[in-house]
């Protein structure tokens, strides 16, 4: 129904051009458009059509990739335009931009490797592209600094062997294992677990790969399920529409910029295990991370493994400072975390699914760890993840 009066004069038209479909980011803006009651028109790959119909929108929100047509285009319809990421390569450069902060990016895997006691780091990824560059950049540069080095390899476009199966086998070969693998983007993160496995390599306990975006669908079915980090891929879209309505009322800069930080790692299988150079040890950890809903005993673990609950636990405390029954907990409360941060379970259900005795022993031993009870800290990290989309 076609509004009258002054809300007509107020209402936006506003053209969103994705080189590529993703929902996170429409969720983001449309949330906002919504809010700001705009009209809003979506385009996922006609924008090369744009020059011959009359168009007429106040302002655009785009990601492309590097599409030298779609920026030309783009650039002489000379309407108010956000871009989101950098992706374009330079070819929007001066434009007002939202984006992901790939420096952020790069350091938080580096101290999340790091934090897990790996002394060998690799990454893999492709030299063309502007955010696997300065990602890649930032986690060598932060691994370094902690006397490590980092071989890195880098692959094409093309999906054959000779260009990326290829470089990545013979660099998983070459590596010392255990070995901690960044990569900035999931869909490559998945090529790296296909190559280890292929190669007969264990993964987390030989080969622990990180990717970037935590695109869930990509990352739950992978081969071995992939950690990754979490951008606030939906808030790249909200920011974007907030930018865009400062830009179309003049109230931002022509080439203002949005940096936005990187939220967390989500942890799945692919990085589920510490560094540890005793495949035995490693392999205790897989079970002990397999069987956390049972009860599980230090001779259990021992037996999975075939050593004497003696020699594995003189075994534990060399590698990884801590007895046996400190890494079950240690391991427990991990999980326990990852249930609280659902809102799905309450105390009394997380208690049964980590494998302890009791809600009263659950409760004490997470204060023990955390400083606080897990309804608080549950509680206290919904809150924060609300506040983050509301803003």
Same mark, same amino acid.
């Given at each position: 129904?076609?509004?009258?009066?002054?809300?007509?004069?107020?209402c936006?038209?506003?053209?969103?051009?994705?080189?590529?479909?993703?929902q996170? +980011?429409?969720?983001?803006?449309?949330?906002?458009?919504?809010?700001?009651?705009?009209?809003?028109?979506?385009?996922?790959?006609?924008?090369?059509?744009?020059s011959?119909?009359?168009?007429?929108?106040?302002?655009?929100?785009?990601?492309?990739?590097?599409e030298?047509?779609?920026?030309?285009?783009?650039?002489?319809?000379?309407?108010?335009?956000?871009?989101?990421?950098n992706?374009?390569?330079?070819?929007?450069?001066?434009?007002?931009?939202? =984006?992901?902060?790939?420096?952020?990016?790069?350091?938080?895997a580096?101290?999340?490797?790091?934090?897990?006691?790996?002394?060998?780091?690799?990454?893999?990824g492709?030299?063309?592209?502007?955010?696997?560059?300065?990602?890649?950049?930032?986690?060598? $540069?932060?691994?370094?600094?902690?006397?490590?080095?980092?071989?890195?390899?880098?692959?094409?476009?093309?999906?054959?062997?000779?260009?990326?199966?290829?470089?990545?086998?013979?660099? #998983?070969?070459?590596?010392?294992?255990?070995?901690?693998?960044?990569?900035?983007?999931?869909?490559?993160?998945?090529?790296?677990?296909?190559?280890?496995?292929?190669l007969?390599?264990?993964?987390?306990?030989?080969?622990?790969?990180?990717?970037?975006?935590?695109?869930? =669908?990509?990352? $739950?079915?992978?081969?071995?399920?992939?950690?990754?980090?979490?951008?606030?891929?939906?808030?790249?879209?909200?920011?974007?529409?907030?930018?865009? $309505?400062?830009? =179309?009322?003049?109230?931002?800069h022509?080439?203002?910029?949005?940096? #936005?930080?990187?939220?967390? +790692?989500?942890?799945?299988?692919?990085?589920?295990?510490?560094?540890?150079?005793?495949?035995?040890?490693?392999?205790?950890? /897989?079970?002990?991370?397999?069987?956390?809903?049972?009860?599980?005993?230090?001779?259990?673990?021992?037996?999975?493994?075939?050593?004497?609950?003696?020699? #594995?636990?003189? #075994?534990?405390?060399?590698?990884l400072? /801590?007895?046996? +029954?400190?890494?079950?907990?240690?391991?427990?409360?991990?999980?326990?975390?990852s249930?609280?941060?659902?809102?799905?379970?309450?105390?009394?259900?997380?208690?049964?699914?980590?494998?302890?005795?009791?809600?009263?022993?659950?409760?004490?031993?997470?204060?023990?760890?955390?400083?606080?009870?897990?309804?608080?800290?549950a509680?206290?990290?919904?809150?924060?993840?609300?506040?983050?989309?509301?803003?």
């Amino acid at each position: 129904m076609k509004q009258t009066g002054s809300k007509e004069k107020t209402c936006k038209t506003v053209a969103v051009y994705l080189g590529w479909y993703d929902q996170r +980011i429409l969720t983001g803006f449309a949330r906002f458009a919504k809010e700001n009651r705009w009209s809003v028109i979506f385009d996922f790959a006609m924008v090369h059509q744009w020059s011959s119909e009359s168009l007429k929108v106040d302002g655009i929100l785009c990601m492309i990739g590097p599409e030298r047509k779609a920026a030309e285009i783009i650039k002489k319809m000379k309407v108010p335009t956000v871009v989101l990421n950098n992706s374009d390569e330079g070819l929007l450069a001066g434009f007002p931009r939202v =984006m992901i902060n790939d420096h952020e990016c790069g350091r938080l895997a580096a101290d999340y490797f790091l934090g897990l006691g790996y002394k060998n780091f690799l990454t893999v990824g492709k030299k063309r592209r502007t955010f696997f560059r300065e990602r890649i950049r930032s986690f060598v $540069d932060t691994v370094e600094t902690k006397g490590n080095t980092v071989e890195s390899v880098w692959i094409g476009e093309s999906l054959s062997r000779a260009n990326m199966q290829h470089p990545i086998e013979l660099a #998983l070969k070459r590596a010392k294992k255990p070995v901690a693998v960044y990569v900035p983007a999931d869909v490559t993160s998945v090529h790296v677990i296909s190559c280890a496995l292929a190669l007969g390599l264990h993964v987390p306990e030989e080969v622990s790969v990180l990717g970037t975006d935590n695109q869930e =669908m990509i990352c $739950d079915y992978a081969p071995v399920p992939l950690s990754s980090i979490r951008v606030g891929i939906s808030g790249l879209g909200y920011e974007g529409g907030k930018l865009l $309505d400062k830009v =179309m009322n003049g109230k931002a800069h022509k080439s203002a910029v949005k940096v #936005l930080a990187p939220i967390e +790692i989500v942890v799945r299988q692919s990085t589920n295990s510490v560094a540890v150079p005793d495949i035995r040890v490693a392999r205790a950890i /897989r079970f002990i991370e397999d069987n956390l809903d049972k009860s599980i005993s230090v001779g259990e673990v021992a037996a999975h493994v075939e050593l004497s609950s003696t020699i #594995l636990s003189q #075994l534990f405390r060399q590698h990884l400072n /801590r007895s046996i +029954i400190k890494e079950i907990n240690r391991s427990r409360i991990e999980k326990a975390k990852s249930l609280l941060r659902s809102g799905n379970f309450p105390a009394k259900k997380v208690a049964a699914a980590c494998g302890f005795s009791s809600p009263n022993y659950f409760n004490n031993t997470f204060v023990k760890a955390t400083g606080t009870t897990p309804r608080r800290w549950a509680a206290k990290y919904l809150h924060n993840e609300k506040s983050r989309k509301e803003q």
